[in-house]
């Protein structure tokens, strides 16, 4: 079975702290995605990559950054967390061509 | 812009009766299509799919059915069953523009008993 694993279930973050949040997954994927759910909303796209070391912004980048120094893992930074940034924070990971993506458990991030 | 709407924000059925989720998109270059489904403070789980080659899959309770005159896809669940009480979202992709998946806003199913 492919497993995506976030490193955090729940978090809670001062403003103006830095968070990483980290995703590792076990398939050997190509692309790597970070997602961040809202209430009707739905799944927005922050940033995602193709490849090591290679990245690409998604729809709503601003706030975020990302780094993949390997091919597992997929790193999600808050530069300087902001209450705005409390959300659902998804990862998935998925291979070349029509097959789907496969997401971790979640990450509820709480900036206070 | 919205590129995959999903307009129904929730949804609510009886135990037995069939469940129809919709899902719109407007991107015609759009060639594969899926349906996942998320419980609360959980990763959304892969459900069902369906090639742009296709206009119907069928996996067990599910089937997908796909309009692409009208860009316009549904899921439809029978018998819907309490368990199946969650949050579908519809997501789309295209070969010839990456490998990105671009989702719906997702609709709440209930399942009444």
């Known amino acids: 079975d492919v497993k995506v694993t976030q490193s955090s279930r729940y978090l809670v973050k001062r403003t103006g702290e830095k968070v990483f949040l980290e995703c590792v997954q076990d398939m050997d994927h190509e692309n790597m995605f970070w997602y961040r759910q809202d209430p009707g909303l739905g799944l927005r796209l922050i940033y995602f990559?193709?490849?090591?070391?290679?990245?690409e912004k998604g729809d709503i980048p601003e706030g975020y950054s990302v780094s993949r120094e390997k091919k597992e893992r997929f790193s999600l930074i808050l530069e300087s967390a902001s209450t705005n940034q409390t959300s659902m924070y998804l990862c998935a990971s998925s291979s070349q061509g029509n097959t789907e993506a496969f997401f971790g458990q979640g990450t509820r991030l709480t900036v206070v | 812009d919205q590129q995959v709407k999903q307009n129904s924000p929730s949804l609510s059925v009886q135990e037995g009766r069939i469940s129809i989720l919709n899902c719109d998109y407007t991107?015609?270059?759009?060639?594969?299509f899926l349906w996942y489904k998320k419980y609360p403070a959980e990763g959304p789980t892969f459900l069902i799919s369906?090639?742009?080659?296709?206009d119907k899959n069928e996996d067990g309770r599910f089937t997908v059915f796909l309009n692409k005159s009208a860009k316009h896809l549904s899921l439809h669940i029978v018998p819907s069953q309490p368990g199946d009480s969650a949050v579908y979202f519809c997501a789309a992709k295209s070969g010839r523009t990456g490998n990105q998946f671009y989702f719906g806003t997702g609709t709440s199913l209930t399942v009444i008993p």
């Open positions: 990559s193709y490849d090591v070391k290679m990245k």
């Open positions: 369906i090639s742009s080659i296709k």
């Open positions: 991107n015609s270059m759009f060639d594969y």
